[in-house]
């Protein structure tokens, strides 16, 4: 009789899942070509457990807002938790994104000030910043 060796099964941070990083890594290279501004990506792993990434951005006007969320859910639409934004987010100048274990803010400027999410999780690491252009994973 043969018995077959069990296989663990480890427990694997998002920040360490290579699709989860390249999804992270083509959602932000996506704002930053629909010119998106002060685009964050933030590791929440090690000061908050319910949550991964942020990826924080910022839209120009009311307008772009809504078709960056159109366009993001016509090109990632098959990763994500919900369906689709309501018209009352854009309008509220701020419009979540849930991708399980990314999350994606984006904002009016005004919207992104009031809140400081940046701020709020200044204890995280900063994979990403427009100013940098360049992951630090």
């Known amino acids: ?14 920040s360490e899942n290579k699709k989860t990083r390249k999804l992270a890594e083509d959602i932000v290279n996506f704002l930053e070509d629909k010119k998106m501004q002060d685009i964050r990506l933030i590791n929440l792993e090690k000061v908050n457990p319910y949550f991964c990434f942020f990826i924080i951005a910022s839209a120009n006007s009311y307008l772009q ?3 960056i ?9 098959v990763y994500l938790d919900q369906k689709r934004a309501k018209s009352d987010d854009v309008e509220s100048g701020w419009v979540i994104y849930d991708f399980i274990d990314i999350v994606v803010h984006l904002f009016i400027p005004e919207q992104r000030a009031y809140y400081n999410l940046e701020k709020l ?15 630090q994973w």
């Open 1 to 14: 009789m043969k018995v077959k060796k069990s296989k663990k099964i480890l427990y694997q941070l998002p």
């Open 65 to 67: 807002l809504k078709t």
């Open 69 to 77: 969320t159109r366009e993001l859910h016509k090109n990632f639409g």
């Open 121 to 135: 999780w200044g204890d995280a690491n900063v994979i990403y910043t427009s100013e940098t252009k360049q992951f």
